[in-house]
């Protein structure tokens, strides 16, 4: 763990760890009761939020780099959404509302890439990086409508379009880093 100002930068593997923990801590509260299984209504919504671990990304956070973003934010909560839908299945309500917010929060996330295009990877290429932004923007816009609509399959759909997005970026931009 490292200290940068206020903010405190994991790497990619306690980023990993974090997501699952995540998952954990949100299955443990369905379990426990903490956020009940079954229709979520506004109270039950406000629960979930408020018991997502405090290392979470949120959307509001600022990210001092792209790096920085993906490691701190959009891997963290793409691993969550792709665990939960690969190896939580039937998701109940509460898990469609988690993964619809987490959803949410990458959809903030991608919105935002095209700020740190000064970025010295991107400079030999910076329409392709525009153009993958575009894409995974509107993935992430797609995943989160359908958990929002319970539509499972297509939720299937999108998380490999989302994977699929972020492998296409690393090939062109990140040739250290592979997605799988």
């Given at each position: 763990m490292i200290e940068v100002g206020k903010r405190t930068?994991?790497?990619a593997n306690k980023c990993w760890a974090i997501a699952i923990a995540a998952y954990i801590c949100l299955s443990a509260f369905c379990t426990m009761g903490i956020v009940g299984a079954g229709s979520v209504d506004g109270s039950a919504k406000k629960t979930i939020e408020a018991n997502l671990p405090d290392h979470f990304p949120k959307t509001e956070k600022e990210y001092f780099s792209l790096v920085e973003l993906m490691e701190g934010g959009m891997h963290p909560l793409f691993t969550f959404v792709s665990f939960t839908v690969w190896h939580?299945?039937?998701?109940?309500?509460d898990k469609y509302y988690a993964?619809?917010?987490a959803a949410k929060r990458?959809?903030?996330l991608a919105r935002?890439?095209?700020d740190y295009e000064d970025n010295s990877k991107l400079q030999h290429n910076p329409v392709e990086f525009k153009i993958k932004a575009v894409h995974l923007t509107r993935y992430t816009e797609i995943l989160e409508k359908a958990a929002r609509e319970h539509e499972f399959e297509k939720m299937k759909k999108y998380v490999i379009?989302?994977?699929?997005s972020?492998?296409?970026c690393h090939v062109l931009f990140n040739k250290?880093?592979?997605?799988n």
């Open positions: 930068v994991f790497s939580d299945a039937p998701l109940d309500d993964v619809e917010i990458m959809n903030s935002t890439l095209n379009q989302i994977e699929n972020c492998t296409g250290n880093l592979r997605t």
